[in-house]
């Protein structure tokens, strides 16, 4: 039984740091993508329509799952806050702000998933929790600044990293409020529902933005980078996140981020267009005992577990 939960386990870990990959590609690709053609409007509504086709026909090759209605309702809610606002807020963000400053803003989330879960779910904030959320995000934010300063020049926007911020938020709050439901079913299910309901929510306000957008003519390497944003960053990214959900807390899903802006550097290291500094590596330490720090740390079950042990 222990060995099949720490197989449970490893794949959970893996999956979410295949998807953190995947997206930590996504600022630079989509941020390039909406300067040659697209705009923040456009880009999330190809990402989520684009996904919801995906995610249906995938559907059909998938196990089927009886939902009840009761569920089907909930993944309004899902999508809404796991999607629409996450999705629409940070995908605009990026267009307006530096992907630099959103990947700062991206290292918040795991705050408020730890506040929010321990408001929500009763998990409790312990000191190797806190401790660990407060090394991972020290890592990412020296990782990023010292990259900034010799990797890029431009400055940010306080609106675009407003609206990042509130992305951050959201998606914290979806994986604390909805939990419980994305464990019920699989990730076809779960996906299929939230972006149906995403692209119902999303498309009558942007189509004629959209349609505008396209009679402009776009260049062929822009449909390249938007075929990552919709393919790799949110059809696999999304499908590798819930399978992590299933199995670890909300808050070791949420210091995952972490990864993303590692891999944004690696990326520039690899394109050459960054410098390897010390900094670095002692950033790369930071991060990954941050997450070894929250995964370790006790949750409220296990805290349970010990009580009754106890008596």
Request: charged residues 15%.
């Amino acid at each position: 039984m222990d060995k099949t939960n720490n197989n449970r386990a490893l794949i959970a870990h893996l999956s979410m740091f295949g998807a953190c990959a995947g997206w930590g590609l996504m600022a630079p690709v989509g941020k390039d993508a909406m300067t040659h053609g697209f705009d923040g409007i456009t880009m999330v509504t190809f990402r989520v329509v684009g996904a919801c086709l995906l995610f249906w026909i995938a559907s059909f090759f998938a196990p089927k799952e009886q939902v009840p209605l009761r569920d089907k309702l909930m993944f309004i809610g899902a999508g809404l806050f796991g999607l629409v606002c996450n999705q629409c807020c940070y995908t605009i963000g990026l267009s307006i702000t530096s992907p630099i400053n959103a990947s700062i803003v991206t290292t918040s989330m795991p705050i408020f998933a730890m506040v929010l879960a321990a408001l929500i779910l009763k998990e409790p904030i312990t000191g190797k929790k806190a401790l660990g959320v407060l090394m991972g995000c020290s890592g990412a934010l020296i990782l990023i600044l010292t990259s900034a300063a010799h990797a890029s020049d431009k400055v940010g926007d306080i609106r675009g990293d407003l609206f990042c911020l509130f992305a951050q938020f959201s998606f914290a709050l979806y994986l604390s409020l909805f939990n419980p439901l994305i464990r019920r079913y699989n990730v076809f299910t779960i996906n299929k529902y939230m972006f149906s309901w995403a692209t119902l929510m999303l498309l009558p306000f942007t189509f004629s933005h959209v349609t505008d957008v396209l009679a402009q003519p776009i260049p062929a390497k822009t449909w390249w980078e938007v075929g990552y944003v919709v393919g790799i960053g949110t059809f696999f990214g999304y499908i590798l996140t819930m399978i992590g959900q299933r199995t670890l807390r909300p808050t070791v899903v949420s210091v995952y981020n972490y990864v993303q802006p590692i891999v944004s550097v690696a990326a520039s290291l690899l394109m050459g267009i960054g410098v390897l500094k010390p900094t670095h590596a002692l950033a790369v330490i930071l991060v990954f005992s941050g997450v070894w720090l929250v995964t370790k740390s006790k949750s409220r079950r296990d805290m349970e577990k010990e009580k009754v042990t106890d008596q």
